[in-house]
């Protein structure tokens, strides 16, 4: 693993734990990891490409709210959470990037666990709630994430290869 890897990884864990204990107070701290990772990447260029991911998280998450699956103080996604899915995206080109060698069902089997467990930890420290039962809540995010985490690994897989691409090119 890279020194970068290891930066990012940090990066997206003090930004996931910022925002599960502290939601909208910590937003300016989440911007600011954000942009101390694009001042330290050594790709910035794909990382911003990888940003498309976070446009699909963002929109996954505000379907979620609309339909009651989860909940914040609002009923638009929260900018905290917002900030939070543009660190989740640009890690996927750095601390999980392993992600990408893995094969799309395998990556889907990953996200069925990782992501539920995510946001059922976010639901114990009251950073969301739900009005489902923890069974449904859980079921129902593993089928979400079985699919968004392929989807999104693909968008920055691709934004990788694109970039090798213009790189080699003359």
């Not at 917002?82 to 094969?103: E, K, P, R, T």
């Not at 990782?114 to 976010?122: E, R």
Request: aromatic share 12%; glycine share 4%.
């Amino acid at each position: 693993m890279s020194r970068f890897s290891i930066i990012n990884l940090v990066f997206f864990q003090a930004a996931w734990f910022l925002a599960a204990w502290y939601t909208d107070a910590a937003a300016a701290f989440l911007l600011l990891l954000l942009c101390c990772h694009f001042v330290l990447s050594p790709t910035k260029r794909i990382d911003l490409k990888v940003l498309y991911g976070a446009v699909l998280g963002i929109t996954t998450d505000q379907v979620l709210i609309s339909t009651s699956v989860f909940g914040t103080d609002s009923s638009l996604i929260p900018i905290w959470l917002i900030l939070l899915w543009g660190c989740f995206a640009v890690s996927l080109n750095h601390s999980l990037a392993w992600l990408q060698q893995l094969s799309l069902t395998k990556v889907a089997i990953i996200g069925a666990f990782a992501g539920p467990s995510s946001y059922f930890a976010a639901l114990k420290l009251e950073a969301l709630t739900t009005t489902l039962n923890q069974g449904h809540f859980l079921i129902l995010l593993a089928l979400v994430w079985a699919a968004l985490l392929p989807a999104l690994v693909s968008i920055s897989k691709h934004s990788t290869m694109n970039e090798q691409h213009v790189k080699v090119t003359p």
